[in-house]
């Protein structure tokens, strides 16, 4: 599992980037309050500092293999991936895992102000998503109904950065 420790000074004072074992990520709770999972790597190695915080680099499906880290039922879970059906069925299968789990960056204010980045979806016959919220509905429903997606390495980082002042 490679994850990140988002705040200065915090974890290891030479390597805040680092792969463990899964076994070992899972039974060994990290020192922070709040958890990122960012689905795209990219997006992973450019997170923004914020306190007491890391990142985990979900890869897409594999956060599958988080649901037996039982330490992040006691941490402020923040999820984030592309605008997409599939993202929004990653984001369900989480808080299936973890209740506390919310979406970052993927309200419907995004599609809208980044228009110019949405690009076609990824056909899917996924229409239950039974841990979404219902805003979170209402914009997977308009990414599935109209086929389209909002990739997010897309999304400038100048707003990634005002969002993670918003949480701090």
């Known amino acids: 599992m490679r994850f990140r420790w988002l705040a200065p000074n915090s974890g290891d004072e030479f390597y805040n980037d680092v792969s463990v074992p899964l076994n070992k990520f899972l039974t060994e709770s990290q020192a922070c309050h709040r958890v990122f999972i ?4 990219m ?3 450019t997170f923004p500092q914020i306190s007491d915080s890391i990142a985990i680099w979900g890869k897409g499906f594999a956060i599958e293999s988080l649901r037996d880290a039982f330490w ?3 941490k402020e879970i923040f999820y984030w991936s592309d605008l997409d059906v599939q993202g929004f069925q990653m984001l369900s299968q989480l808080r299936g895992y973890f209740s ?3 979406s970052f960056l993927m309200d419907g204010t995004f599609l809208v102000s980044l228009k110019e980045y949405i690009v076609a979806g990824k056909p899917a016959s996924i229409h239950s ?3 979404l919220n219902e805003i979170e509905r209402g914009v ?4 599935r109904a109209e086929n ?3 990739e997010q390495e897309r999304i400038p ?3 990634v950065i005002q969002e993670i002042f918003r949480l701090d």
């Open 157 to 159: 980082q100048a707003i």
């Open 43 to 45: 997006n992973f190695l």
């Open 72 to 74: 992040l039922n006691d």
């Open 100 to 102: 506390q789990t919310k």
């Open 148 to 150: 389209i997606r909002l």
């Open 38 to 41: 960012v689905e795209n790597k």
């Open 129 to 131: 998503l039974p841990y």
């Open 140 to 143: 997977f429903e308009r990414l």
